[in-house]
């Protein structure tokens, strides 16, 4: 039985390094199948932040299911990185938000690859400015949600978005102003 | 704040709160026990290749002469990309979770001269298709690849996955000049999530003061060109072959300094007459990112037309091939419950002597839903629970059993795909 091993950042930075691939000979040979997944603060950092990430990526989907797995499959993510991430919860944020856009993305390659692509139950609820929101272009949906509903700072947003704070202002204003013209 | 502004938190908070507050931590572990699982799948073929091959062995093979060779395309300035004839075509290998003690050493058969890929747990397992030969600018690349065969680990068809979620290929570039030498390789997908190109990004010569970025990309069907932009601004482009391009530039990278690996590469692939047919990026390792696409549902497919003269017995048949630890049962019981139990003999002896077999015998699977989609063919729900593994074995699978010889039984993709949590691989 393999003792238990987890890669540290700069071995999965190595991966395509051919000067240092004997250091993952070892690796292989004694990678286990059996994870060790709960460091006390990583389970803490979960339970205590995994709702308030649930909602964020609802309000960015529209789906209740989607969301969660969103969210589970951003925390492995983040599992991965746990030891050299000094601020999990925005490397969080950004995790889930880019994980809701590359979920639009793949639905759109779905449907284009397969005729039985399963149909996304967007579930919005009869609120005429969620489903107003739910409308609007993806980044100006996101900036909306994460000002709005999350009281980030333009600062975060931009971290969450991957753009400048600049363009989070642009963003903003440009759905806000999409906002006014459809709703009364 | 104005009264939109209001409007606006007040919709979204109260929208919010339709979302319950509840985590899953024992799914969290599923999952990252699974993504750590098929990471490792992905990378193990090419780390294999790598260590054992080795640079020096790339050095050898990038100044073997003699081979035949057929020149289908002549790039500009100073580059020529021949394709080589690759004896028995492109081989398919399976692309395993097992890991095992014993690697196989690469070599090069002494008739062909082709490349042979050693694989964890299996030994050599078919040689290395040739794919082609770039020599631009002093940099010789020679480009071998093979198909990979994971439909054990994909799972039943109608699990429908998409086709980033498992490699269907591999391809390996050994990448030469007359101060080093080096090999990059990664995963092949039929699909990618984000794009029809993308690919893996290697450095090699870091340690000698010759550093070069390489890119083993893959491009989609039409593209005439494939162009990467490496992160100094250099850009390379080539005609793909059979979908594949491999792209160099010079690179500046110091010894030790692990951050200037933290990128990626962007990929453009182009038609005929220079328009983007879409882009993508290399990344180290090249294995793509997967999301919750690629954990299948635990949902059962509908049931078929047709069903068995009797469901109710034919289920309670069904049940009885779980629900038993696996050491209570005898050899000949385990090879009659399988569909195909060819060459399985030496899988079960492999299970019980390997690394994991104080796993393996206190191992059960359980029984939890089917529904037969023919007379003859049922697909189940089922989850294994294993001793000291995480979570306490696995979360809930699918897979298929058939009506064989009279009798219900186990198909053997879904034994192969579960040994391979052992560490065993089927023949």
């Given amino acids: 039985m393999g003792e238990l091993v987890q ?100 639905l759109s390659v779905q449907r284009r690859h397969s005729a039985t692509a399963r149909v996304e139950n967007v579930d919005l609820g009869a609120d005429e400015m969620i489903d107003a929101i739910a409308a609007l272009p993806y980044r100006q949906r996101a900036a909306i949600v994460l000002r709005f509903w999350h009281d980030s700072s333009q600062a975060e947003i931009a971290a969450a978005l991957g753009c400048r704070p600049g363009t989070v202002g642009s963003l903003i204003y440009r759905a806000l102003a999409e906002l006014r013209k459809v709703m009364p | 704040m104005s009264e939109i502004d209001d409007r606006i938190r007040q919709s979204l908070a109260r929208q919010a709160r339709s979302v319950p507050e509840q985590t899953d931590f024992d799914g969290l572990t599923n999952r990252i026990t699974r993504r750590h699982r098929r990471k490792l799948q992905a990378v193990s073929v090419a780390l294999v290749m790598a260590l054992v091959a080795g640079p020096a062995f790339g050095f050898l093979a990038g ?25 028995g075509g492109l081989p398919t290998v399976s692309l395993g979770g097992a890991v095992s003690d014993t690697l196989a050493a690469a070599g090069t058969d002494p008739t062909t001269g082709a490349r042979y890929l050693p694989l964890i747990g299996g030994g050599v397992d078919g040689p290395l298709a040739k794919a082609f030969v770039r020599d631009i600018d002093g940099i010789s690349i020679r480009v071998y690849r093979a198909a990979v065969d994971s ?35 990664g995963p092949l997908y039929s699909e990618l999530p984000s794009g029809p190109v993308g690919g893996s990004l ?28 490496f992160p100094d601004g250099q850009s390379d482009e080539m005609e793909p072959i059979d979908g594949l391009a491999v792209l160099v530039a010079r690179a500046s990278l110091e010894p030790g300094d692990m951050s200037q690996y933290d990128t990626t590469v962007p990929l453009v692939a182009l038609d005929e007459n220079g328009g983007s ?9 090249g294995y793509v990112e997967t999301g919750p696409e690629c954990y299948p549902s635990p949902d059962l497919p509908p049931p078929g037309e047709e069903q068995p003269a009797d469901p109710d017995a034919a289920r309670a048949e069904i049940e009885q091939l779980f629900g038993v630890k696996y050491e209570d049962r005898t050899r000949e019981e385990h090879l009659a419950n399988i569909d195909d139990p060819t060459g399985m003999d ?29 007379a003859t063919k049922a697909a189940v729900r089922y989850h294994t629970e294993i001793p000291n593994f995480a979570n306490g074995g696995t979360g809930p699978k699918l897979g298929e059993v058939n009506f064989v010889d009279g009798r219900w039984k186990l198909s053997r993709a879904d034994v192969c795909r579960d040994v391979q949590l052992a560490a065993v691989t089927c023949p």
């Fill in chain 1, 7 to 106: 890669e540290d950042g700069a071995a999965r930075r190595q991966k395509g390094v051919q000067d240092v691939a004997p250091l993952l000979e070892v690796r292989i040979e004694t990678t286990p199948m059996v994870v060790e997944v709960s460091k006390p603060a990583f389970a803490d950092f979960y339970r205590a932040t995994f709702t308030e990430m649930a909602r964020l990526a609802f309000l960015l989907t529209g789906s209740v299911e989607t969301a969660h797995d969103l969210v589970q499959d951003s925390f492995v993510r983040l599992h991965g990185r746990w030891d050299r991430i000094d601020e999990p919860r925005a490397y969080l944020r950004r995790t889930v938000v880019n994980a809701c856009r590359s979920h639009y993305r793949r």
């Fill in chain 2, 63 to 87: 100044r073997r002469g003699g081979e035949q060779e057929s020149d289908v395309a002549i790039g500009s300035g100073g580059e020529r990309v021949t394709v080589e004839d690759s004896p």
């Fill in chain 2, 151 to 185: 439909s054990a680990e994909a799972g039943p068809e109608w699990q429908d996955l998409p086709g980033w979620c498992f490699p269907n290929g591999y391809a390996q570039a050994d990448v030469s000049t007359a101060d080093i030498v080096g090999i990059v390789s």
């Fill in chain 2, 202 to 229: 290697g450095a090699i010569g870091v340690a000698e003061g010759k550093a070069h970025w390489v890119v083993v990309a893959q491009a989609p069907a039409g593209a005439a060109r494939v162009r990467a932009t």
């Fill in chain 2, 277 to 285: 047919l879409g882009t993508g990026t290399a990344t180290f390792g």
């Fill in chain 2, 346 to 374: 030496q899988v079960f002896d492999d299970l019980e002597n390997g690394s994991f077999r104080t796993q393996v015998l206190g191992s059960r699977t359980v029984f939890e839903d089917l529904v037969f989609l023919s």
